[in-house]
Each structure stands twice: as structure tokens, then as C-alpha cells.
């Protein structure tokens, strides 16, 4: 066999391989739920909040993360889109409720911390907290405060009090 046909058997296989390894990897990525941006935690069906950053679209999981971004990293960060949290539909933010503060929080760790002594640790800051979850009608937040605590605020009083 001549140098050039094992270097085309060589070149073919190596294709085919590579191929493959970026087929895999792309069927991969579809598997793998959808993550923050900021906490890289899974995106919630009912929490799914959507910004307008720097020119582009990032997804977060929840608006308390998204509006931590903005106080965080002291950047232009408009909530664009909001997931009502009883039905899944897509919220403008001009019109959302949430209820801040509840009892339900969709980014809660089911884990405990523990610290060097294996002793319960306490979390001083996560970013998802108080929870803020939003609702398209004010009497569904007053309804959901009853139920699960926190207090109802449409969302633009909410997003002003993050930018201060």
C-alpha cells in the first residue's frame, strides 16, 4: 500500500471521527437542560425571565437572579420577558405582579451546606433570593401571598428598587 493511500485512509477516518465526536456532542448539548447565565442553575418552566443585554438576549432562571445581575455587575440589564408562574405564559414586565419573598423559591438548593465540621452551614447570599415569581393579574399574586407569604409589587417598582 502506497504512502498516499494510507495517508487518504488516514484523512477519511480522521473526518469520519470528527464527525462524529461533534454529532455526539451536539446530540449531547439538546439532552442537557437549558442554564442560567448567571447561576448556571436549570432554567424553570415558571420562572424562565428573559433580558436585554449589551445588544443581546440572555436567559435566567428566575427575575431575582436576572435583577441581581444588573446590581451585581452594575450593567444595562432591561427584563424583556417574564413566565407567569401559574400558567407558563410569557409576561411583558410592564404588566407582571410578583409576589416577593414566598415560601416557594424554584432555584432553592435541595442540599444543605455543610461546613469544615460536617455541621450545617449557613447560606449568607444566593443570588435566586428572596424569590420573585410573577403573575399576570394582581389578584392571582394576592391570592398566591395568601397561600405561600411574601408581598405582591408590580414588577416595575420591584426592577426600579434593584437599580438603586
Not at 416557594?104 to 465540621?117: G, R, Y
Request: proline content about 4%.
Amino acid at each position: 500500500m502506497g504512502r498516499a493511500r494510507q495517508f487518504a485512509i488516514f484523512a477519511i477516518v480522521a473526518v469520519v471521527a470528527v464527525a462524529a465526536a461533534y454529532g455526539g456532542w451536539r446530540v449531547y448539548q439538546r439532552t442537557q437542560p437549558e442554564q442560567c447565565y448567571a447561576c448556571q442553575r436549570p432554567i424553570h418552566a415558571h420562572s424562565r425571565t428573559v433580558v436585554s443585554a449589551k445588544g443581546g438576549s440572555r436567559i435566567f432562571c428566575c427575575p431575582a437572579c436576572a435583577l441581581s445581575e444588573q446590581r451585581q455587575e452594575a450593567k444595562d440589564v432591561r427584563v424583556t420577558e417574564l413566565t407567569a408562574y401559574l400558567s407558563g405564559a410569557k409576561l411583558s414586565p410592564n404588566d407582571a405582579y410578583v409576589v416577593k419573598g414566598s415560601d416557594v423559591n424554584m432555584c432553592a438548593h435541595s442540599h444543605e451546606l455543610i461546613d469544615a465540621d460536617k455541621r450545617p452551614a449557613d447560606v449568607q447570599y444566593d443570588r435566586c433570593a428572596p424569590s420573585l415569581l410573577a403573575f399576570a393579574q394582581e389578584r392571582e399574586a394576592i391570592q398566591f401571598s395568601r397561600e405561600h407569604g411574601g408581598t405582591v409589587h408590580p414588577f416595575r417598582e420591584v426592577a426600579a428598587s434593584y437599580a438603586k
